[in-house]
């Protein structure tokens, strides 16, 4: 395996890193069968992937992403793009709301870019009820030709750095659980206040440490090695954005279902997990697992709603503007 030099904390890089989660497995796709570990930053104990495979050695540990099974199953969903899937329309309302509670005015007619927009479900759905003039960045051509051809986006191809947006070109910058994938999250936040109108806002959401982190483990659902190569905390988001030249004025912890019946059934040895709960395998096992993961909802949803009130959720949502006069 490729690996690049010892990882640091992006927002601490002189900070001392410590062992934190170790015999960790990708769960989520199976598609290696390699153990990983993460370290915790001494200063404000995000966890770091450690060792991790390089930018040339990363791509195949993706090819679980969205398979060519998973996508003729979700398009056939859409039924001719009439629907969008997943949790798309909840972000988008979420979104607006941060925006009114944050007194950004009204969406109508701005200019939004979402980066690493993969299937394209929130920026269908931020277009249609906000009203904005939607663009949207993804690595994946393949996630690309389908948001354009299920929800009629416009969508470039690669990455955020390599698009050469002209600097104020958009009023809003949103990237949904895309952080903990880029390995210079500082680089990213920097070109994402360079494309971002002055008094403009960009708005980040990814996983972050919770009470399930600490009970779970490496079977915490969210971990995701080695696709996962930072988990940020508050702390470590908010430095990084203040670094970027951003001012953070909303930190929110979202929580969304889901989490604890899903890391229990990692604890339980449950495999390629989103195969088996949205790939529409009829044997035996995969059924019993749905049967276990949707059974165990009505104790998750309001254990999960309690345990996000006192402790937080296990999404951190931060939005911060561009100085007016930066």
Known sequence: MSSLPAPRCPAHPDAKLVPAVANAKDQFFTVTEERW??????????LILDPRPGPEAIGPYYR?????????????????GKRAFGSGRVRALGFLRGLDRIGF???VGKRLLDVGAGLGAFARYARDLGRMVVR??????KTAEFARRIHGLDID?????????????????????????VYDPLAELKEMRRVVAPGGIVMVETPTPSLATKIFGPSWMYLMPPTHLYHYRPQTLVTLFEQAGLEVVRVRRPWFPGEWAGSLLFTLGVRNFTEVLFGGGTSLRERAIRAAFFGMMPLDVPWGALVALIFGGSNLR???RRPADG
């Not at 104020?168 to 949904?176: E, H, M, N, P, R």
Request: hydrophobic share 25%.
């Open 64 to 80: 679980g992403y969205y398979t060519d099974q998973f996508l003729t199953r979700l398009e056939r969903q859409t039924q001719g």
């Open 37 to 46: 570990s993460y370290q915790r930053c001494s200063d404000c104990r995000a």
């Open 318 to 320: 931060v939005y911060a």
């Open 157 to 181: 191809v690669n990455e955020l750095r390599t698009q050469n947006y002209p600097e104020g070109s958009f009023d809003l910058v949103t990237a949904w659980h895309y952080l903990e994938h």
């Open 136 to 141: 949207g960045v993804d690595f994946s051509a």
């Open 105 to 107: 005015g009204s969406p």
